[in-house]
C-alpha cells in the first residue's frame, strides 16, 4: 500500500463507513470494524435490490469471507456478530438451512439524509408489538452527543 499525504484536492474514495454515534457504545474495536464492513456491503446490497417483502436491506456474507477481510479466525468473527446482535445493531436471518444468514443491519436514527426511512415498522422476523401502551421512550442519542459536544481551539499545526 502506498501512501499519500491528504491535502486540499484530496477526495476519500476506498473507505469505510462507521456512524459516529456507534463509538459511544460500549463495542470492541473488531466489532466495530466488524459493522462497518457489513454497512459497506449493505450499501452495495441495497443497490443490487437485496431487500426483504417488508424493505428491509440484508446482507449475505459468509462467516469464514469476514474473517478473510478482518485478518482475524472464525471464532472471533462469530462472537463479535453475536456482540452486535446484543446491542441491537444486527439481526441474522437464516432462510433455509445450510445458506448463509441474511444479515440485518440497524442504523441510529439521525444516520439518514432523508426522513423517509420506515419509522415505527419492526424489523425482520419481528412482530409488530401492539401491547406498548404508547410511544416507546425516546432515544437520548441526540442528548449524549450534545453532552459530549466540547469546543477546542486548534492552534497552527495541530490536528486531530
Not at 17 to 22: E, K, V
Not at 121 to 149: C, F, T, V, W
Request: aromatic share 8%; no cysteine; proline share 7%.
Amino acid at each position: 500500500m502506498k501512501l499519500v499525504r491528504y491535502g486540499r484536492e484530496g477526495a476519500l474514495t476506498n473507505y469505510l463507513p462507521l456512524p459516529r454515534p456507534l463509538l459511544e457504545l460500549d463495542l470492541s474495536g473488531t466489532a466495530l470494524l466488524l459493522y462497518a464492513l457489513l454497512l459497506d456491503r449493505a450499501t452495495l446490497s441495497q443497490k443490487n435490490g437485496w431487500w426483504s417483502e417488508e424493505g428491509w436491506v440484508y446482507v449475505r456474507y459468509p462467516i469464514a469471507r469476514l474473517a478473510s477481510a478482518l485478518g482475524r479466525g472464525t471464532t472471533v468473527v462469530k462472537k463479535r456478530l453475536r456482540e452486535l446482535e446484543q446491542a441491537g445493531l444486527i439481526r441474522r436471518v437464516t432462510p433455509r438451512r445450510g445458506e448463509a444468514s441474511q444479515i440485518f443491519l440497524s442504523l441510529p436514527e439521525d444516520t439518514f439524509l432523508t426522513g423517509s426511512g420506515p419509522k415505527n415498522r419492526p424489523g425482520p422476523g419481528r412482530k409488530p408489538d401492539h401491547d406498548q401502551g404508547g410511544k416507546a421512550s425516546p432515544n437520548n442519542l441526540r442528548e449524549q452527543q450534545n453532552l459530549n459536544n466540547h469546543s477546542y481551539q486548534y492552534r497552527e499545526g495541530e490536528s486531530l
